[in-house]
Structure formats: structure tokens, C-alpha cells
């Protein structure tokens, strides 16, 4: 899981272009999920801020383990998103972050992992903080860090033939007749 949490890092700090480039703030912290936004006075947090939590349940008969991955995104929430409101587009940066967050995470590979699956988002209410918990799954080979992904390859089949849409078992047919040209007088 180490390499799955520095790729999500590397992710969110290689492309802070993409938040500035829509006039929304960046991501300004990204952090092992430790209930940072329950009790933000124990810790430092800066927003937004992106706590990363996960759960692995282990793959059965040599099957890869299954990930499930919470990016919890705490962000003030700006503006008001009020129908009335007269900043409701400044207010909608909440959304924004979040959305870019996802597309990140949509595009992000890592070589022990498959490409994550979005796995839905819920809100999350504390005394300090509404936030949103953004939810990927995905397979992840913990024996030797790297995903098996089989390699899939071309080959002939010379004893086979398809017919009707089955594969069947080439039928030793009796040579063809010779042709012979007669000509009458």
C-alpha cells in the first residue's frame, strides 16, 4: 500500500494545474487518514486537504487482495450554494475541487494496482468540518508488488477449424480428386 499512497501524492502534487487553471484552490495537503477532520486542534490541517484511508480484504485461491480507498477531502466550504445567492459560481468551488480530485484519480496508475474504480462519495459531518469521503476500489497484489495482469498473446491454430461458431478438431478429409482436362473430338 505504500506505493499506492505515494502515487496518490505524487498525483495531487504533480498536476496542482489542474485545480489553478479553473481559478479553484489546490490541494494543499495530503495525508494518511488518522481522524485529522474529527480532531483537526491534535493535528495540523490545511485545506483543502486530502486524508487517505483504505481497507484491503485478501484475494482467495491466489486471487489478488481487493482494495477499497477513501480520499476524505476537507476543504472550507466557501460561498454560499444558495439558489439566491449572489456568489453561488464562487460558492460551487466545493464541488469543483472534488470533481477535479476525481478525474486524477480516474487518470492515476500505480504498477502493484489496477486502475482504480470509482466506488461512489458520501458526506461526512463533524463538529469542525462537512466534508466528502470519495470512495475507489481496485485489485492490488500484495505478494510481490506487482498486479498480474496476463499478456495476452496471438497464436495459430493449425489442428483446428471453426465452424458454426465451435472450435472444432480438423477432419483428415481424402485428398481432392486431380483435375483432368479431356478434350472431345
Known amino acids: 500500500m505504500d506505493k499506492v499512497y505515494k502515487k496518490i501524492v505524487d498525483t495531487i502534487n504533480n498536476n496542482q494545474a489542474e485545480f489553478t487553471a479553473q481559478n479553484i484552490p489546490a490541494i494543499r495537503m495530503v495525508d494518511v487518514y488518522l481522524g485529522q477532520p474529527d480532531d483537526p486542534e491534535s493535528f495540523e490541517v490545511f485545506t483543502?486537504?486530502?486524508?487517505?484511508?483504505?481497507?484491503?480484504?485478501?484475494?482467495?485461491?491466489?486471487?489478488?487482495?481487493?482494495?477499497?480507498?477513501?480520499?476524505?477531502?476537507?476543504?472550507?466550504?466557501?460561498?454560499?450554494?444558495?439558489s439566491f445567492s449572489q456568489q453561488i459560481t464562487k460558492g460551487l468551488e466545493y464541488i469543483l475541487v472534488m470533481k477535479t480530485l476525481k478525474k486524477l484519480m480516474n487518470r492515476m496508475r500505480a504498477a502493484n494496482i489496477t486502475p482504480l474504480t470509482y466506488n461512489g462519495e458520501r458526506p461526512?459531518?463533524?463538529?469542525?468540518?462537512?466534508?466528502h469521503i470519495v470512495s475507489y476500489k481496485a485489485f492490488i497484489d500484495a505478494d510481490n508488488e506487482s498486479i498480474h495482469r496476463p499478456t495476452i498473446q496471438d497464436i495459430e491454430l493449425t489442428d483446428l477449424d471453426l465452424t458454426d461458431g465451435k472450435i472444432r478438431q480438423k477432419e483428415d478429409l481424402p485428398p481432392a480428386s486431380p483435375a483432368i482436362d479431356t478434350f472431345r473430338r
Do not use: C
Open 124 to 131: 461526512r459531518l463533524t463538529e469542525f468540518f462537512k466534508y
Open 48 to 82: 483543502p486537504g486530502v486524508f487517505v484511508d483504505w481497507q484491503i480484504m485478501p484475494g482467495l485461491d491466489g486471487n489478488p487482495s481487493e482494495v477499497n480507498i477513501d480520499l476524505h477531502l476537507v476543504q472550507e466550504p466557501g460561498a454560499g450554494t444558495e
